[in-house]
């Protein structure tokens, strides 16, 4: 299973303060890596739900990325969540620990120290010319919220999670899909192993219908879409990609 | 309760082909109603994983706003989910029906009578000037993927769901969460019915936190924030709004 489930974590994306750039980011990550994104949950900052959110997509997926609530104040709860979500108690990680002393010096204060703790048995990989290591636990990767770091965290791993490549074509209708569900239908249930999809348009596009064919093998890819043409009238396709 | 949550139902937001715009839009729009968002979830078109989320979100939030899945084709199964997550079963709206007759006359095909179908005992809203009714079952609103409709359908039932307003303020500090960390605690634990949240940034803004503070009371909002500002050092404090 090559599938991928994303929680974004954090008050101010549901608040409404700030627009969530980490989900949609990770979700075109992880299309290009082959991986099949199966949920993505927005969730409060505290610990039940977070929890409940990682056990839920950890039987859906084989990778989980969590995106925010890392950091030394009251509201950085995710790994607190992720320790009792596996049933790990928090232990300090002494590289992380002499880097923060290496920095802080007389000015480590508690909260400070926070940033040390990793649930028991964590990864904690620190990558060449970067500040902060990348934690993750078992299949859980634990990303920061601050839209640069995340991404400079997920880049640094992003090999690791890379499957076969998933192909995808497209067909561009001028019919509406009132008119051609039925043939739909019928190239659904001849291609099962093809995920097709069919999204409207009511504005002003060149198209009515865009039909989306998705899978990893590639020939069914384009059989599929050439069942669908057989069975569509003359003219209906506006153009493909 | 005056809670929220969000389902997004579409393989292509998780395949990155489309990016939402309907979570983020719908998260200000309950903002401003002053309705508290507790969870967004984003899934595929599959109806278990939808009567899933339908069954946690009707656990956790007073009003469910589903955007995304309705329409004639396959991969629109929203209406079936919510059926099944009330035990109810399809049955065609008769206005609806009598609408899609005259718009489709003898092009009343299969797939379009779909598009009359819904749970037994949902609301069917027919608003003057527009085309197509707003769904809703129970505290379930069913909205449609397209923007432009889902921003037009909310928009005819949005007072509907408007609570007392939320008070938010903000103060923007010039040092970093580390330093504050001690202080945010100890007016976190003053004022637990205050939403107090910490957002550092690490990029060339004028400031290196954001804390802010949201609740129902303006004066326990106001009374937080003087709290914090008391225990800061002089000058940490670079504006606030």
Partial sequence: MSSAAIIVIGNEILSAKVQDENGPWLARE???????LRRIETVPDEVPLIVDALQRCLKSARW???SGGIGPTHDDVTIAAVAQAFGRKLVRDERTLL???ARFGSELNPARMRLAEVPEGARVEFHEGYLFPVLSLENVVILPGVPSLL???FTRLR????QAPIFSRALYLGLGEGAVAEHL???VARYPAVGIGSYPRFDEADHRVKVTFDGRDEKEVRAALEHLRALLPRGAIIRED
């Fill in 151 to 153: 991404r400079e965290g």
């Fill in 185 to 187: 239908d019928a190239t």
């Fill in 159 to 162: 090999e690791r999670f890379r």
């Fill in 99 to 101: 880097l923060l002393r």
């Fill in 64 to 66: 989980v990325f969590t």
């Fill in 30 to 36: 992880l299309r290009d890596l082959g991986v099949e």
